[in-house]
């Protein structure tokens, strides 16, 4: 099975900072990492996929990259809805696998 | 809009069943792979299991957790997705969601806001 680990695991920051958020996968995965925004007591929501390919709707401070078998999610400015839990997913094989989460809080 | 609404949750003693249901609208049901993703209270997400569509032989694939006590299946025609529970044990417990698969990629766009499910004695 792909282990997704993600870092930190949480954080708190500033409205306007910018945020990164890692995710490691413990081989090779292409391109085949989402991410998702949780917020307490709903359903995760689709950000990101393809590693960097924004989902219609989403806001245009999120971004995704990649290098090698690191992806990043960035929040280029921090909003005060943007506090939750964000997931990395890998799509590359059976059995998906999520990373561990990141919680983001708004100082 | 595109909507998917889970049902059939509640409490079952250790050894029991259950079935769960998700109702899917406004979107061809029949083109896409579904899947079940659960979570713990408190905890990080978890694939559970994935059907694909009518073109894809409605191949069904599942986590290690779950293989032989769970089954998906799914039944076009009323546009719903099932998961029917076996054998459920205490670490079964979780809010379990029924998520659509856009382009069978495994990249989960729509999700239902989850069914509770409670193992206890």
Known sequence: DIQMTQSPSSLSAFVGDRVT???RASQSISSDLNWYQQKPG????LLIYAASTLQSGVASRFSGSRSGTDFTLTISSL??????TYYCQQSYSIPLTFGGGTKVEIK | ????????????????????????SEFTFSDHYMVWVRQAP??????????????NSYITEYAASVKGRFTISRDDSRKSLYLQMNDLKTEDTAIYFCARDLYG?????????????????
């Open chain 1, 21 to 23: 958020i890692t995710c």
């Open chain 1, 42 to 45: 709903k359903a995760p929501k």
């Open chain 1, 79 to 84: 909003q005060p809805e943007d506090f939750g």
């Open chain 2, 1 to 24: 809009e595109v909507q998917v609404v889970e049902s059939g949750g509640g409490l079952v003693q250790p050894g029991g069943s259950l079935r769960l249901s998700c109702a899917a």
């Open chain 2, 42 to 55: 408190g905890k990080g997400l978890e694939w559970v299991a994935r059907t694909r569509n009518k073109a």
């Open chain 2, 105 to 121: 990629r495994a990249i989960f766009d729509y999700w239902g806001q989850g069914t509770l499910v409670t193992v206890s004695s």
